[in-house]
């Protein structure tokens, strides 16, 4: 039986920070799904489409991962995919107290499922999406913040 594991987020955009977790839980796992997920309640500034193009530009040479889109439960498409396994960051004790509860929601709806947490690297502990975003709406070069086949130039300054 293949070890599946499932990595949810909006990824708008990856981040290095998501980019570290992702490798290193990847010796643990034969298969990653990261699974961008489509939540109609908010704007994402990334194109869905686009991010997906990043991630599978990011991840092109580890054929382990999968990227897909999904809608609704986390927990549906787990089930959907054979997922034993969700995949999680932790950047401070803030984000464990967050994802400690959703992932025991998520054992009570899908008893088989098993919330794995990896810490983020130190050098990204500091980092998420929504201030790569604010960097950018405010003019500013976050290249340093996103892997390297990203190029952002062309939102350097969008609102």
């Not at 987020?9 to 998501?18: W, Y």
């Not at 889109?69 to 997922?83: F, I, S």
Request: net charge neutral; proline share 5%; with cysteine.
């Amino acid at each position: 039986m293949k070890i599946i594991a499932v990595f949810p987020g909006s990824f708008d955009p990856i981040t290095r920070g998501h980019e570290s977790v992702i490798k290193r839980a990847l010796p643990l796992f034969d298969e990653v799904y990261i699974a961008v997920g489509i939540n109609a309640e908010k704007k994402s500034f990334f194109d869905l489409d686009l991010r997906m193009e990043w991630i599978s530009k990011v991840f092109k040479n580890f054929p382990q991962v999968k990227v897909i889109r999904y809608e609704g439960l986390t927990v549906d498409l787990c089930r959907k995919v054979g997922a034993q396994y969700l995949l999680r960051g932790l950047r401070t004790s803030a984000d464990f107290e967050f994802e400690r509860s959703i992932g025991q929601i998520n054992k009570k709806l899908y008893p088989e499922i098993e919330t794995v947490f990896f810490l983020t690297d130190p050098e990204y502990s500091m980092l998420n999406s929504s201030i790569v975003r604010d960097i950018l709406r405010n003019g500013g070069d976050a290249s340093n913040f996103v892997p390297a086949e990203l190029d952002l130039t062309p939102y350097i300054g969008r609102k």
